[in-house]
Antibody, heavy 123, light 106 residues
Framework: QVELQQSGPGLVKPSQTLSLTCDIS??????????WNWIRQSPSRGLEWLGR?????????DYAASMKSRITIYPDISKNQFSLQLNSVTPEDTAVYFC?????????????WGHGTLVTVSS | DIQMTQSPSTLSAFVGDRVTITCRAS??????LAWYQQKPGKPPKLLIY???SLQSGVPSRFSGSGSGTEFTLTITSLQPDDFATYYC????????FGPGTKVDIK
């Protein structure tokens, strides 16, 4: 059974960097048959896919166009986890952030999800 | 970007009712569409993928159909556990979610 456990701060100041981590159990971040995604949800924007990382002989990333200039998603093989960094946050980045497992061949769908982390951007 | 719409936005139904939710894409997504169920404070749960394939462990009262730009999720005989918000998701070109359909008790 795959489980995704999220961690990270729930409050970030404007202009700073949002950082969240997703610990994987029951699968491997280096699996050739999985991709590791971040999605967020807010009342104003709904569910929004942010990006993913996956391994297929080498590491790849895909990012949503709207995020590309300030997002990084990266794996930590030694800890079997992956992380999200979102730079220069504004109050519009306030949302519940989820990590989720997908497949490398297409961006979706997502069969396992983390529990969600509410991140508030406020001074 | 491919835009997704859902109708209705809210649906009131009785336990035992047959319920149908429609999802439309702004351009063809072929059959690359998924449906999710979400309850308050929980992450979305995958119900259907590739338009009509039932995810493992999901009750057979859930079914999906459609291709191209129009898709439906049907719940035959609505159960108390089914009152939730349902989202469609295209993954033909990157990924976008629909705005959701809330199913509540009539």
């Amino acid at each position: 059974q795959v489980e995704l456990q999220q961690s990270g701060p729930g409050l970030v100041k404007p202009s700073q960097t949002l950082s969240l981590t997703c610990d994987i159990s029951g699968d491997s971040v280096s699996s050739n048959s999985a991709a590791w995604n971040w999605i967020r949800q807010s009342p104003s924007r709904g569910l929004e896919w942010l990006g993913r990382t996956y391994f297929r002989s080498q590491w790849y990333n895909d990012y949503a166009a709207s995020m590309k200039s300030r997002i990084t998603i990266y794996p930590d093989i030694s800890k079997n986890q992956f992380s999200l960094q979102l730079n220069s946050v504004t109050p519009e980045d306030t949302a519940v952030y989820f990590c989720a497992r997908g497949t490398p061949s297409m961006v979706g769908p997502f069969d396992y999800w983390g529990h969600g982390t509410l991140v508030t951007v406020s001074s | 970007d491919i835009q997704m719409t859902q109708s209705p936005s809210t649906l009131s139904a009785f336990v035992g009712d047959r319920v149908t939710i429609t999802c439309r894409a702004s351009q063809s997504v072929s059959g690359w569409l998924a449906w999710y169920q979400q309850k308050p404070g929980k992450p979305p749960k995958l119900l259907i993928y590739k338009a009509s394939s039932l995810q493992s462990g999901v009750p057979s009262r859930f079914s999906g159909s459609g291709s191209g730009t129009e898709f439906t999720l049907t719940i035959t005989s609505l159960q108390p556990d089914d009152f939730a918000t349902y989202y469609c998701q295209q993954y033909y070109s990157y990924l976008t979610f629909g705005p959701g359909t809330k199913v509540d008790i009539k």
